[in-house]
């Protein structure tokens, strides 16, 4: 299955600041998911991002605030703007698990906002 | 809708197996069952999945109900790296890559 690298694992941002986090997959995927995962609570999807196309975001989540990039089919990144201490979560990216039938998870970026 | 439901919390002992129950008593015909947990500190990790069979892998078994109504996640012998939330999620759009819609899980303690 994929193997993904996700950076930075941790990030300590002042409010009103942005952070982008880099999602790298070592193989071709067509999809990209990115997910958030507030303080005890369980993952919900923020976009969906396919290489060339824009990023289809969830109900919630806008393109201002959380803006991806997918510049090729390794890579994606997740930017999360003008952050406030509401936004310190997890950030995770994930791909289809090629052929298992699941999905391959990264680490996750822990953001704490202050 | 997609939704699924699980008990909070349970607990096993060591080595002892283990049954995590899921409800999805609205689930169509071409929805998926998918299961995940995620360890402490990480990001959810795949274990299974089915459509209207039972299924088993390397990790653990999943038995589907003749009317796909309810589901099991068997963990036959349960060691202490299994003490993680788990998640039973149904997929729509009659493929096994649909889209994912976790819930709150499972919180599994396995005790020595």
């Known amino acids: 299955s994929a193997v993904i690298s996700q950076k930075p694992s941790r990030d300590i941002c002042q409010r009103g600041t942005s952070l982008t986090i880099q999602c790298q997959v070592d193989s071709q995927v067509t999809m990209m998911f990115w997910y958030r995962q507030q303080p005890g609570q369980s993952l919900t999807l923020i976009a969906t991002?396919?290489?060339?196309?824009?990023?289809?975001?969830e109900s919630g989540f806008v393109i201002d605030k959380f803006p991806i990039s997918r510049p090729n089919l390794t890579f994606s990144t997740l930017t999360v703007s003008n952050m406030s201490p509401e936004d310190s979560s997890i950030y995770l990216c994930?791909?289809?698990?090629?052929?298992?039938?699941?999905?391959?998870f990264g680490s996750g970026t822990r953001l704490t906002v202050v | 809708d997609a939704k699924t439901t699980q008990p909070n919390s349970m607990e096993s002992n060591e080595e002892e197996p283990v049954h995590l129950p899921c409800n999805h008593s609205t689930i169509s015909g071409t929805d998926y069952i998918h299961w995940y947990r995620q360890l402490p500190s990480q990001g959810p990790e795949y274990v299974i999945h089915g459509l209207t069979s039972n299924v088993n892998n390397r990790m653990a078994s999943l038995a589907i109900a003749e009317d796909r109504k309810s589901s099991t996640l068997i963990l036959h012998r349960a060691t202490l790296r299994d003490a993680a939330v788990y998640y039973c999620i149904r997929t729509k759009g009659g493929t096994s890559y649909g889209k994912l819609t976790f819930g709150q899980g499972t919180i599994l303690t396995v005790h020595p």
């Open positions: 994930s791909v289809p698990g090629q052929g298992k039938g699941g999905y391959t």
């Open positions: 991002a396919n290489q060339g196309s824009e990023a289809t975001y």
